[in-house]
């Protein structure tokens, strides 16, 4: 008989407090605290935890931009809180844009996956790096920089962006200007835009003020 | 029509447990782990979490050290939470003394408002790092290590300390030695000051023992 | 004969490679990386290096902005390298305006000393937090999020924002669009600002194509 | 004349040792550290610095596992580097295997892309959390967890790999204990492996001993 | 009167909120984070959740692998929740063994207290790092990668390892491999081992399937 | 034939730039930055790097206190160099003490192995945590906080502090205020100590003013 229980071996590392610290997935009834969610007990986690198919549904890109983005960050996808990781879904009709936006709290890494892509970064120094991506291709655009994405062929386009944060936040230029009671005095006077100009992208978004 | 309803990009971005992650305003009533406070619900954050008044107010130097700290850390300022930074204020009289301390937690830079402060930190090498600084001076004293300052000029001097944790921590060299039931033998073993010379600040500062 | 010297102790603690690891004096002349600027030889560091001056200079406000910021970043102040703290100074004539920005690599809290200044930013869910800030106060804009000051009264304004970094990063909303060479037809697409309000800033700011 | 030049501003802002701090794209001449790679010069840097086409071409799957795994660490794409965040590319044929391997350095997020992908990690507590993933599903494995990925259909499969750091690292199992000149009676001593079993693989790996 | 009592500042300090912010003992019932345990309640803390002495026992190595492993991770040991350190216990009896194995979330240092003990790690790539450590000397395990230890006397060996954190996780190859219901066909494609050798091991962990 | 060449995924994964990530072994002469010393070419590490034997010797007790310590820091250990851990040797003779001091970057866990020590810490709120530790315990000290230790029988005592960082720093209280050339009175304004009192700890120290 070669192989007897383990068992002390066993009992000593079974022990006392058992949480699971491999992971954290994500209790959303609990309290939130600076590095995240709350973690489920261990007992009720499941493989479906670290799963998520909400990325494999195309968006909806009949709007404005024609463009949509799906996420699958912590407070969707409860198996990444804590890991320092996230992912996005981009589709982008032709035609399609992301405008304008920061991630506050990640960079990215775009992957393009179906049709081209022109996008964009400008860094502290106003450098713009621009790039016309192709299938396969990836292009990083560093934390809190302002960077967009643009259909650049008459397909089409499908593209997976990647964070460094399992909650990269996402503030679109355009809204956070236009789309909420900031007074357009106000905004004239921090942007150098025209009121007319404002008032319309106001209209446009369902600013008011 | 240019402009028609963004629904679909909306949507998307708006979806389930919503807890903006943009910041962590905390909650003192939820409990707190290794990384700060919970955060306050979303919907319970008003602009005024995100300002304080309290450092407008010059601190009572009537006392034997002719010096006030007034803090502005996670503890009293909730929109400081887990983003690694939080401020203080300080007021020496003429002959005022902050003494040595540590702030266990986190790097200080302070800036000088009025006045003349005399700064000082002294590195693990035991070298002392001391400037007598003026009105707009700044200096940087490293996480953990001991510092003190004194009002440098006959006229009270005013100045705000920034420190690189919303909970910096504070431990005053001297409250920590006289100011509890440290036997008086432990602290003259550990100190190697003078048994009568410990029980003389023990009974300035109400310790015991 | 009671205290000979701590011969052995001090031997032990002054053994070899001994670069003093509570802090790290920036070396501008050495390779840099992604936590810093190399460290200057211990040797070589002086009190200089973790005081500054340059924050007690007015900055010149006769510009278009009627406002001046002047930087105690690592870049500038060597001594916050690796400390993750900095430092900046904020002058604002009656009428000064910081524009909309943000800092890609920190949170900011800003300190008025003197007059009235109008700061908001906004979250990722398009709400503008707004205040009207006095001598005293202070106010948290957290990381990444689009932020400006406004003077808000009649008279110079004076502050200084800390930052969680040595190196927080400035992008200006402005310069980042109009102040470079990004094509007018491109950022009209990733703003849905019109080509004559495009080209009206480009104009003003520098900007080319 | 509306706009005058905003000279003192930008005099300010562009003043003395001004690395770019937004990024630090790898310098592979210069020294790395413990957070990374040097950064090259800020003038030296392009937008194909942040731009990466090795994940474009498909690996060669002719070989003993039908798989190959291409990498877009900091290693092989120097804007990564310092972000928290890199790629790969995973190529299955029919019958394709990622054998048993831990990233020490990462936690990843999988997304399929084409085919099917029978993919499961084990926990501390020996749990297996397994599940056979469709295009477009993604599944995270936990920082340092023994994982696999298995071509789960009779088809071609392709996912991509993203890391929460730069440089992951990947330790594949096989190869640790085989592929090397590990003593056999060692590895069957930690191992409890059979000698026959470690010296047949050994043999088709490339070890000695 | 040399002494008043320092009063204004001592008010100033003990504010609001006054969470110790030193420490965040362990609150075992309250929820748990991706950064830890909550914090006990400040007056609940005393020294004893400072002080552990539970690897002042031999475990019990009369077991397959002659060994035993005792934790003192932060779900034992309270006083290390949040502080990035934790540390073990290693019993050896002659001939005993620690079986190849992974701290997917910290570095460990091993310190040999009494015997001989052989103890190795592979690298990414692939390269083995092996030494016979003797009484007094220490060797570091960097994170996540493969090692083991085994007994290298005739005589009991005892080690006390340190790790990087306080919740450095467990992962026993041979444990995650074959203690648990992984098919003996999916372990055979993912390891390249005979299904023969999967079933005894199994057998002998008490695996299924 | 079952186990080809695994060539392409072989040649992939050895790709250009290929620095080995796990670890990163300090070059002492090369410059070093805030996240530690700069790395050693891989192909010059062996495993001596990642062993130290220098804690396997005794300190020389026969100083003033007593006692002594040896590190085993990334300054004298290059394989711990960023790995967030460290080790040291504390040997107490009969009356040995090592005074009040603070380790400004790292948390500590202290291990006894032999005779018995009283050990303690002061919290920033004052209160003092205090144990007798006898062989086996263990006591967590938290970063930067005031702690000694005492030989609390007539025997020697041994232990081993484990420390969360590679370069926790050590701050003598006595050495800080008195082994140096700070002027008595300014030491006397900033801790209250009596001019006589600091004199005669001068001189015992070989401090100067």
Redesign the interface.
Known sequence: M????????FL?????????????V???K??????????KK?AKV???D????G???A???????K???????????P?????????ARLDLAPGG?I??H????????L?V?QGTI?A????????????T??????????????H?Q?NGGGTPALA?P????P?P???I?????F????ATE?IA??????AA?IK??K????GTN
Chains 1, 2, 3, 4, 5, 6 share one sequence.
């Open positions: 070669i192989f007897p229980i383990f068992f002390t071996f000593l590392l079974s022990s006392s407090h058992a949480s699971v610290q491999d992971f954290c994500a209790d959303y609990a309290p939130d605290g600076p590095a995240g969610y709350s973690c261990p499941t493989v479906d670290f799963v998520y198919s990325l494999g549904i968006g909806n890109t009949t709007n404005i931009i463009a949509a983005v799906t996420t699958a960050f912590a407070a969707q996808f198996g990444v809180n804590g890991l320092g990781i996230s992912l844009v405008p304008f920061t991630h506050p709290g990640a960079s990215e890494v992957l996956i022109i964009g970064f400008v860094a502290s120094d106003n450098t713009p790096y621009l790039k991506l192709k299938k396969g291709d990836i292009m990083v655009f560093p934390q809190g920089l302002l967009f643009v997976f990647s964070f460094s944060s909650s936040g996402l503030q230029l355009d809204f956070a200007l789309k909420n009671d900031l106000l006077q921090t942007t150098f835009l025209d100009q319309k992208l209209g446009a978004l369902g």
